[in-house]
DNA sequence: CTTTGTGCAAAGGCTTTGCATGCTT
DNA sequence: AAGCATGCAAAGCCTTTGCACAAAG
């Protein structure tokens, strides 16, 4: 089921490498119309299918904003979550990751299982509470 | 600032009344639409403008799906998190929260200020486990 | 009677999709 | 040359908003 020649489709475009490039660049998470503003001569379709694609590949992890919005990083790898500024944007990657052990015993506590957990920490980081202070 | 008579304007109507009431009977955590699919005569926005309203005042809990889209929900009081499954949408609440001393942690090593988390946990009920099976 | 709430339909914002053309291989 | 990738515009979802009417207090 996964042998049937499997061709790797992925071509290499210049609006392909624009995109991971500018995503690799920046410190923050990234939507995919922030991109296209960033980005020169790469159309809007372009960068929603490429994240899609880089997404689906594990290339890059997303973020779900709390109104909804999704954005994309490019990140270390491993299980990890991320810290983010809810002024800058700014993200930390946290490898240290409290929520494995918890989750282990909820799921023996309340007979699920398979328990998967997607946390985002929001914050302010310490060069933005300067600037407001 | 917050002494100019504030009125609390909340008048009772027989549709917020169906709404709070589906909500709180329910074992799962609901979308606008979805509740808006089980009322009968209640308008759409309606019931986004009500949910919006509970949502503002506490007095229901919201639930960002994978997709994105925006659940609600009847929570006891206090700060809490969601095991939902991922199959029949029931939701189990989780008071004992393993992030407080881990944000607290990461806040100091990362110098950030007023971190909040927000946590879905996703994973498979029992009961869903043994009809799969 | 005054003010808030509701319904409907239009509008908004984010994301996906169809189709013809262009570019990579 | 063959096939994926791109662009543009149209279409899809979820959610919000404007406006006139109905209802609550």
Redesign the interface.
């Known amino acids: 089921m996964t042998s049937t020649t499997d061709k790797q489709t992925t071509r290499q475009t210049g609006q392909r490498r624009a995109i991971f490039q500018a995503l690799a660049k920046d410190k923050t998470a990234l939507t995919a119309q922030e991109l296209h503003q960033h980005l020169t001569g790469v159309g809007l379709a372009t960068v929603y299918r490429n994240l899609q694609r880089l997404a689906e590949q594990g290339k890059v992890d997303t973020i779900?904003r709390?109104n909804?919005e999704?954005a994309f990083r490019v990140c270390g790898v491993g299980h990890h979550h991320h810290?983010i500024?809810r002024s800058c944007g700014r993200v930390?990657e946290?490898h240290?990751c409290?929520?494995e052990?918890?989750?282990r015993k909820?799921?023996t506590e309340?007979?699920?299982?398979?328990?998967?957990?997607?946390?985002?920490?929001?914050?302010?980081?310490?060069a933005c509470?300067n600037k407001t202070a």
Do not use: M, N
């Open positions: 779900r709390p909804g999704l810290l500024c930390v946290v240290d409290a929520l052990d918890w989750s909820l799921a309340h007979d699920f299982s398979a328990i998967e957990h997607q946390t985002e920490l929001f914050g302010t980081c310490g509470a």
